[in-house]
DNA sequence: AGTATAATATTTGCATACTGAATTTTTTTG
DNA sequence: CAAAAAAATTCAGTATGCAAATATTATACT
């Protein structure tokens, strides 16, 4: 590719790293269930797609099989595969992992940190209105990081993040399997937003048993959601999960 | 490198991969702090030490920084540091995910499960009169992980295990800090030999209460040892974390 | 026709070469 | 002698080539 010329991007840091923006644009295809559960991701296509080599999708590939996303089964990557079976821990781990998280952020967190969370917070509010359910999901796991940011521990705030960009995932299959107009979905949506309002208060407070119960509360909501969806459309989610 | 013979080494799955053996080597340098906190990894002198390319040390290094035993700052990689102000919030979440560990896995555990734990009990007890501190941390270490493998819940045992190799790390910077042989060590090792067999006897008899509070106590037997370590030897001590 | 074997095609894994950026060293100049 | 400029060196990031391993297809033989 000797007189090709090809867009050079800047990563955050002001470096030259085509890797990285690589793996940034597999896991979002990941989240967004553009590459489905159990598509092989092969890196030469993948190369020839992003018009990149095939080295800076080796590495893009490493770091999704480290972060849970993709699968090395013998030589082949393939998305990692989400069953039914995996979602009660997947939402064990949940539950268990933000009421840590908004615990701790109700404790621990400064004021600059609580500054952030409101911003996500207004973002999510703002975003209600388009109803787009892919930028919806995304504002909601923004908001809630922004709280794992707050708690002073990158061990309970880094699984907090990995389970919650699964339970993004496993949303998404679900919408994506079947991607009608959900009536209750404008109720569900300013329930979400006031229970966001009153956890951000308690965090702003520190009140870390309210923050606590906040998040049983949440999580029933997300729950409930989910095994709403599940079960109104059992038929062809089974089929998309490939159970 | 044209005409140079290497040894190809297959990996457990039978692939020719020196990548996997690469990050594994790097790896257990890291944890046995044959490569010190902060060290800078260099890709081309790794390369040259183990006699391969850069390419499988690239793609060793992106597998340590996902698994936060390396940090890459700018574009320089080193080994991540290890200061006072990280041990409170590792221990808090070593405490809380031991507890998550040994409650799920008294609950869960299978047979088989049950079988490789008293296993993991025994090869620790056996490694006991060699006072190997590097052997034991590593016998201690794969017993914890055996209960770990006993959740059957991914998520959790995996944040344990990133947990627990932290915790690892650490010691081993505070037992390489001052290397001198502790005179309480024999009683340190029996009365962690005898919290692994009540341990075992909880998850055995799958009495969740039990493990839990076990959990609790050997979280303090360690971390009183840890504290022992650091004030006595404080000053070496914080001349090796850098502080 | 069906199976086994051979030939072929893909694809991964690693090495090497190249490029450009960043840092260091040297040189030049005030 | 100090400061600035320039040259050189080092090193990360990427592309590409090659070899080994695996998957696939074709062919021969029972």
Redesign the interface.
């Known amino acids: 590719m000797s007189g090709v010329m090809k867009a050079k991007n800047l990563d955050p840091?002001g470096?030259n790293r085509d890797g990285n923006n690589v793996f940034r644009h597999l896991r979002d295809a990941i989240l967004r269930v553009e590459l489905q559960p159990g598509a092989i991701m092969d890196e030469s296509s993948i190369a020839k797609q992003l018009n990149v080599s095939r080295?800076p999708v080796?590495?893009a590939l490493?770091?999704l099989i480290?972060?849970?996303l993709a699968v090395r089964k013998?030589?082949v990557v393939s998305v990692a595969q989400m069953d039914l079976a995996?979602i009660p821990?997947?939402y064990?781990?949940l539950l268990?992992?933000s009421r840590?998280v908004q615990r701790l952020a109700a404790e621990m967190r400064t004021d600059e940190e609580l500054d952030l969370i409101h911003q996500k917070l207004i973002h999510f509010e703002d975003t209600i209105p388009t109803l787009d359910g892919v930028m919806l999901t995304e504002a909601n796991h923004h908001f809630h990081l922004a709280i794992a940011a707050a708690t002073?521990?990158?061990?309970?705030s880094?699984?907090y993040r990995?389970?919650l960009t699964?339970a993004l995932r496993l949303h998404r299959i679900c919408f994506s399997a079947h991607p009608y107009n959900d009536p209750d979905i404008k109720t569900h949506l300013a329930e979400t937003a006031r229970q966001h309002r009153v956890i951000f208060d308690a965090i702003s407070k520190q009140d870390i048993k309210t923050a606590d119960k906040l998040a049983v509360e949440h999580h029933k909501l997300s729950r409930s959601r989910l095994d709403t969806l599940i079960s109104r459309q059992s038929q062809s989610l089974k089929e998309e999960l490939e159970i």
């Open positions: 840091d470096y080295t080796r590495e490493i770091q480290a972060d849970g013998g030589r995996s821990p997947l064990d781990a268990i992992s840590l002073a521990n990158p061990y309970i880094d699984f990995s389970v699964e």
